[in-house]
């Protein structure tokens, strides 16, 4: 069964802290995403990366770095946590673009700044 | 770009009752549309796909059929059950790597 295993179901941190949030997927997939979720504005993408060591900005990467060392790996890091980071990240992968390669994805890490 | 229009909910239903969620797009060339759920304090997973026009998608009774000429994949059942209480995602991917989804509609079945 394909996965895609998030460190953290739920997390609490102080304003100020720098924090990891770990993704890995186990079906060799070269494209990874991470989405925020909040109520009415659906899924929002920080970043996504469609090989090892390639990154791209998304719609809203402002206070959030990435890091894809290797293939099944890709790390959220928000370098000083601020309240209105207070949300659901979503971790995806896929294949490559192309006709039917649709995005998995893991269960979600609730993060609470405070 | 690519955009991804669907009905705003809450969407409130009885057992038994017929299901639509509408959903709309904004493409260049030939996407692939997907529908995904996601249930309470879950990631989303696939329901169902279609990957060219007038190709159906289904899964556990839940259909949608892929609509060029109205640029439409409205997702249907013929009878909810309370299990299916849930977040419904429209989404698309087409010529780049990234795909895009709709805000989401939530779906509340009552016994």
């Known amino acids: 069964d394909v996965k895609v295993t998030q460190s953290s179901r739920y997390l609490v941190k102080r304003t100020g802290e720098k924090v990891f949030l770990e993704c890995v997927q186990d079906m060799d997939h070269e494209n990874m995403f991470w989405y925020r979720q909040d109520p009415g504005l659906g899924l929002r993408l920080i970043y996504f990366s469609y090989d090892v060591k390639m990154k791209e900005k998304g719609d809203i990467p402002e206070g959030y770095s990435v890091s894809r060392e290797k293939k099944e790996r890709f790390s959220l890091i928000l370098e000083s946590a601020s309240t209105n980071q207070t949300s659901m990240y979503l971790c995806?992968?896929?294949?490559?673009?192309?006709?039917?390669?649709?995005?998995?994805f893991g269960q979600g890490t609730r993060l609470t700044v405070v | 770009g690519n955009s991804v229009t669907q009905m705003e909910g809450p969407v409130t239903l009885s057992e038994e009752a017929f299901l639509t969620i509408n959903c709309t797009y904004t493409?260049?060339?030939?996407?692939?549309l997907f529908w995904y759920v996601q249930y309470p304090g879950e990631g989303l997973q696939l329901l169902l796909k279609?990957?060219?026009?007038?190709d159906k998608g289904s899964n556990k009774g839940f259909e949608a059929t892929y609509r060029k000429e109205t640029t439409s994949f409205h997702l249907e059942k013929g009878s909810v059950q309370v299990s299916d209480s849930a977040v419904y995602f429209c989404?698309?991917?087409?010529?780049?790597?990234?795909?895009?989804f709709g805000r989401g509609t939530s779906l509340i079945v009552h016994p």
């Open positions: 493409a260049t060339g030939y996407p692939s």
């Open positions: 279609a990957t060219k026009a007038d």
């Open positions: 989404a698309l991917r087409g010529g780049s790597y990234i795909p895009t």
């Open positions: 995806a992968s896929s294949l490559p673009q192309g006709l039917g390669a649709e995005a998995f």
